[in-house]
């Protein structure tokens, strides 16, 4: 009963932030994003009978304390879904994105960790119930069952049946290149889970951002279908500008960005003020991801590289959803 099964993260154009359900993952907005190729997780899951609890190995190292708990907290999930609930598992997973560190790496954790243990416990489930699934155990995971460009939808029942991730369009309908500005490989202080929880008891802002919601999907989804670059990628960084400024409000106020961050925004509309077409966006860390397109490549990779501050630049194309190795 083994699995491998390898996940991309994704990157949210239009941010999920907030939850309505803490232990469903439910969130407060629908959310979209691309799916990268550039960052992903490979993970192992195999069961066996005569384990009494689970272990689990992360590259190379072995994990205890909150981060097992919440793995194994997860395959309890899956393992109620199976009717199999004292089975336990060997897990071993790869992590080729800096672990919090705004680059999602839950994303493709959670996606890669579910996709393997249902596959190695045999079930046949359909895309759509895979994403629910991996929704339980990071939200944003549940946008890296797809590739291409994909749509969590929030859902409105409490049992979470009708909150799931839906393609809006394959990687191949359009080749749109994001680069990942990667400023800190350190922790961030205010994890995700806290930052969401923080900004929609206090924040006075947050209520705004989820009535901007609708009308932003509307717009970018519009230009993802016609291919409009300027307006998906204006949208985007509106949209992550307007989540970044409820933390700003919250009670106690935080923010995720450095000194390089606001740096390497001055940096994308310095590119756009000289006719290049660029655009950020920013999830819950320091570091920036900048929309470009394949013909300013080299200038966009060169320009940012040489800000000070910037340890890497890394290039990645429209990705692919869960696979099997």
């Not at 359009?174 to 929880?197: F, T, Y």
């Not at 802002?205 to 989804?221: A, C, G, Q, R, T």
């Not at 993802?224 to 409000?249: P, S």
Request: aromatic letters at 8%; a neutral charge; hydrophobic letters at 40%.
């Amino acid at each position: 009963m083994k699995a491998t099964a390898k996940a991309h993260t994704n990157i949210a154009l239009i941010k999920y932030w907030g939850k309505r359900d803490e232990s469903l993952i439910l969130p407060m907005n629908n959310s979209l994003s691309v799916t990268l190729d550039g960052f992903y997780t490979e993970t192992t899951v195999e069961f066996q009978t005569e384990l009494e609890q689970d272990s689990f190995i992360l590259d190379g190292k072995v994990v205890t304390g909150k981060e097992y708990d919440r793995v194994t907290a997860f395959l309890d999930r899956i393992r109620k879904y199976a009717g199999k609930p004292d089975l336990y598992a060997n897990v071993e997973s790869t992590n080729h994105v800096p672990t919090a560190a705004g680059f999602a790496s839950s994303a493709s954790g959670f996606a890669a960790l579910a996709a393997s243990a249902v596959k190695a416990l045999g079930l046949k489930i359909s895309k759509e119930q895979l994403s629910i699934l991996t929704r339980q155990g990071s939200g944003s995971a549940c946008r890296s069952v797809f590739g291409g460009f994909v749509e969590w939808e929030k859902g409105s029942l409490e049992d979470g049946s009708d909150s799931y991730a839906v393609q809006v369009a394959p990687a191949e309908h359009w080749d749109i290149r994001v680069a990942a500005v990667v400023l800190s490989s350190k922790e961030k202080k205010v994890l995700s889970r806290e930052g969401m929880k923080r900004t929609v008891e206090t924040s006075p802002f947050y209520s705004s951002w989820v009535e901007s919601i609708p009308h932003d999907l509307d717009n970018i989804k519009q230009g993802i279908r016609t291919k409009d670059f300027k307006k998906v990628g204006e949208i985007a960084e509106a949209n992550c500008l307007k989540m970044h400024a409820t933390t700003l409000a919250a009670n106690p106020p935080f923010t995720y960005w450095h000194d390089t961050t606001m740096a390497v925004m001055r940096k994308v509309q310095d590119l756009r003020d000289k006719g290049i077409p660029a655009y950020f966006t920013i999830d819950a860390g320091p570091n920036v991801k900048v929309l470009y397109q394949p013909e300013n490549e080299e200038t966009i990779q060169t320009t940012l590289q040489e800000i000070p501050g910037v340890n890497d630049v890394i290039v990645s194309r429209t990705g692919q959803g869960v696979s099997y190795i």
